[in-house]
């Protein structure tokens, strides 16, 4: 782990995912910094782009996976535009990881609801490859995923494999769908009554636009799951990634470090106030 | 009645004539001293040499948006209340260096860390409010699960002169927040100044090893009775008060409080109220690449709450009007902190409130948005 210099890393591969989304798999170039690099499903890491700057990135990921390090980018500013544009044998720097993760402990032997929205599907996307990999351990697992325009799904064949697997329920929501769509058009929120879980032994986690996460937990705390089992990954303007520079601060909390995952009953108040 | 007379009580006396072994002594042991000075209209921290650079007989007027200097015929050189700026940059750089990287012609990097400049420097006459602030700082900056390398060289290696409070201005509210205007910690040797010269308090073994090489006397009892009186005048001089109650608490089922806007009204979001606080520790991370590509350097430089880049999330800030980065300030002093740092974030200074360009009062603003809940 490397807190305030960067390691060097290298891109192995980059994948499209759909226009301006894509994935780098990277490996640091230092052996021994790679064999060392550990980290938790809904951490991050900083990427530096070599004289642009630096930009949070959750990793996408599976922690046991040791020679690699992966991480789904959407091109929306100046940092992530150049990051689409580095091909395999370019270099960059990374620092991390940093933050909390899931609490994917907590999640065996109970059932998981996993509800993500719009772009915010990678901070999860990195849990449930490690549920799906290890399902025995998990009760029923439903995965949830809403995005604006049928087109932003990412990763449909994903969804489809998952939806084969014992014991998961997979359920997806567009706002808007072109024919043919096979799931249903409006909100993730919708589907709560096709979910297969036992509230008392039910786990949540949930990224995504906040509006879009107070309906989940408030929706799914009012079906009987207690607000602490309610998890939520949290974004905001980061730039030092250890509690120092004081952008990621919500509250009292720095989301950098004390989080990016929040258990909703301990930020919603907070998250409801807007421009906190 | 001697313990009673706090800050004093153990003090040696140095008559005025013998003020400049102090900064003798300093310079002898290696430290580069600065000390208050009249530069552009202010009193700042500026490298010294004699002891006729510092104000004497100066005194300052402190008003919401109002700061003024005045002389007076007399030989005080402490007899004037905060600075223009706390000790804050001396141990958080405005704008400092954090890594270079280099880039080879086959395009590998290589990370260097920047080394931190940490001259050994005595500050001479350092507030009550300002070693507070130190304190928060301190707690930020060091006692985090990350601690600043940077920051911790040049703490370690300040050597920190007090001097306590005897002319606070009308801005100063340190009696209220308990943190003067006499100092009680986190100084090496302390000033408690009266006409005839100084009253020496070392709480350090540095601080005592500096006491040794001065010509310094037992203080007597009436030297020891003027300089009380004069710290008690001080504390009775100051009328703000910080508005009472679990704060954190009242504040939070306030944040959507009607105040809120009104304030933003005056509010030019200038972050000049950052700047001067003494426990601000925000920073923006920014790059800056030489001409010819071969080498980057990524800097961190202050940055306040009340720029719009600071909440900057996916292009839009978080804090998109000035009515919420005015709470996130207030909120964040006087409530945030106790729950990140188990105490306030304020220390009574009162720049916030002479540097805002709108005279805009942090107590009375506090109060105002308190007043909403009735
Ligand atoms: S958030 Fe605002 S008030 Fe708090 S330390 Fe940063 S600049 Fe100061
Ligand atoms: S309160 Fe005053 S000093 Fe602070 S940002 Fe507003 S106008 Fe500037
Ligand atoms: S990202 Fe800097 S404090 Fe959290």
């Not at chain 1, 052996?31 to 951490?43: D, E, K, M, S, T």
């Not at chain 2, 270079?100 to 590998?108: F, H, L, N, V």
């Not at chain 2, 060289?153 to 920190?160: D, E, G, K, S, V």
Request: a negative charge; charged letters at 25%; aromatic letters at 8%.
């Amino acid at each position: 782990m490397s807190t305030a210099l960067p390691m060097e890393a290298e891109v192995l591969a980059r994948r499209e995912e759909s226009p301006g989304l894509f994935t780098l798999q990277l490996r640091l170039t230092d052996p021994a910094a790679q064999a060392a690099y550990a980290f938790r499903p809904g951490q991050f890491n900083m990427l530096y782009l070599y004289g642009v700057g630096e930009v949070p990135i959750s990793i996408v990921s599976d922690p046991r996976e040791e020679t690699l390090i992966e991480h789904t980018i959407r091109a929306v500013g100046r940092v992530t535009r150049g990051l689409e544009r580095l091909a395999p044998g370019d270099r960059l720097g990374l620092r991390g990881p940093f933050g909390n993760g899931w609490p994917l402990g907590d999640c065996e032997q109970r059932d998981v609801i996993v509800v993500t929205g719009g772009l915010g599907c990678a901070p999860v996307t990195g849990a449930i490859h490690y549920l799906m990999k290890r399902r025995e351990r998990f009760g029923h697992v439903n995965i949830v995923q809403g995005v604006k325009h049928s087109a932003d799904l990412i990763w449909r064949e994903q969804y489809e494999c998952w939806a084969r697997m014992p014991d998961t329920t997979v359920l997806i929501a567009a706002d808007e769908a072109e024919p043919l769509w096979p799931w249903h058009v409006g909100r993730v929120t919708d589907l709560f009554d096709r979910l297969h879980f036992d509230p008392a032994q039910t786990i949540v986690l949930s990224c995504g636009p906040e509006g879009m996460m107070i309906a989940v937990a408030e929706q799914l705390q009012a079906k009987g799951i207690p607000p602490e089992r309610i998890w939520l990954s949290l974004e905001r303007n980061m730039q030092c990634g250890i509690g120092l520079c004081g952008h990621c601060q919500f509250g009292a909390r720095f989301v950098c470090r004390d989080g990016p995952v929040f258990r909703w009953r301990d930020v919603a108040s907070r998250l409801k106030i807007r421009g906190l | 009645m001697t313990a009673e007379c706090e800050g004093v009580a153990e003090a040696r006396f140095l008559a005025a004539a013998d003020r400049q072994r102090l900064i003798d002594a300093l310079m002898d042991a290696g430290h580069e001293v600065h000390g208050p000075v009249v530069r552009d209209g202010v009193i700042r921290y500026e490298p010294i040499t004699t002891i006729e650079e510092l104000p004497r007989g100066w005194r300052d007027e402190q008003q919401p948006g109002r700061y003024r200097l005045q002389r007076q015929d007399d030989e005080r050189l402490f007899a004037w209340a905060a600075p223009a700026h706390s000790l804050k940059p001396h141990v958080f750089a405005p704008r400092e260096t954090l890594f270079t990287a280099r880039r080879d012609t086959e395009g590998r990097l290589t990370f260097e860390t920047a080394e931190p400049e940490a001259p050994r420097i005595a500050i001479l006459g350092a507030r009550a409010c300002d070693l507070a602030g130190l304190f928060l700082q301190d707690k930020h900056f060091l006692h985090g699960p990350h601690a600043d390398a940077a920051y911790r060289a040049r703490r370690r290696n300040l050597f920190l002169i007090a001097v306590h409070c005897t002319h606070p201005a009308a801005t100063c509210f340190c009696a209220a927040t308990g943190d003067g205007p006499v100092a009680r910690y986190g100084y090496d040797l302390a000033i408690g100044e009266i006409d005839a010269g100084w009253l020496l308090t070392a709480r350090s073994e540095a601080g005592v090893a500096m006491l040794a090489r001065l010509p310094v006397q037992e203080a007597d009892e009436e030297q020891r009775q003027a300089a009380d009186a004069a710290f008690t005048a001080a504390t009775r001089a100051q009328t703000r008060r910080l508005p009472e109650g679990d704060l954190p608490a009242r504040l939070a089922a306030l944040a959507e409080s009607p105040a809120w806007a009104e304030v933003a009204e005056r509010c030019l979001a200038c972050g000049n109220c950052t700047a001067v606080c003494p426990s601000c520790f925000c920073h923006a991370h920014v790059e800056e690449t030489d001409l010819d590509g071969g080498r980057s350097r990524r800097l961190r430089q202050w940055d306040s709450c009340f720029t719009a880049g600071h909440s900057l999330l996916h292009g839009r800030p978080v804090r998109a009007d000035i009515a919420s980065r005015y709470r996130q300030w207030l909120t964040h002093k006087l409530a945030g902190w106790h729950e990140q740092y188990d105490r306030s974030g304020c220390s009574g200074c009162g720049r916030c409130i002479t540097w805002c360009p709108e005279g805009i009062d942090l107590l009375a603003e506090a109060t105002a948005v308190l007043e909403t809940a009735e």
